[in-house]
């Protein structure tokens, strides 16, 4: 059964930065493709970013040039980086294996890691 740990979120001022944290377990981490998701107060779960097994990156308009995921394989993580912070940012952060190039490939999901960033 797939399961992931999400950390690293917090509370940051605008401009500010956060780098997140998935740990992963349950499936073959190496030849997986992962993702992070987001969903703010009132609105759906969205895209955020996803890696391929092969290191090939997806990235939502929204984060472009803002944002950079990343793995260790040997580690079994993925992170999320988190830089130029806006206060639309502010939402909770969901891990998950990924059904390429930006779909969820599973219904459950971790309790996720709050990021919150004030004006």
């Known amino acids: 059964q797939a399961q992931v740990v999400e950390s690293g979120g917090g509370l940051v001022q605008a401009g500010g930065s956060l780098r997140l944290c998935c740990a992963a377990?349950?499936?073959?981490?190496?030849?997986?493709?992962m993702g992070w998701f987001r969903q703010a107060p009132g609105k759906e779960r969205t895209f955020v970013a996803a890696i391929a097994w092969s290191s090939s990156t997806v990235y939502a308009d929204s984060v472009k040039g803002r944002f950079t995921i990343s793995r260790d394989n040997a580690k079994n993580t993925v992170y999320l980086q988190m830089n130029s912070l806006k206060p639309e940012d502010t939402a909770v952060y969901y891990c998950?294996?990924?059904?390429?190039?930006?779909?969820?490939?599973?219904?459950?999901w971790g309790q996720g890691t709050q990021v919150t960033v004030s004006a």
């Open positions: 377990s349950g499936r073959s981490f190496s030849s997986a493709h």
């Open positions: 998950n294996f990924i059904g390429w190039p930006n779909r969820p490939a599973f219904d459950s």
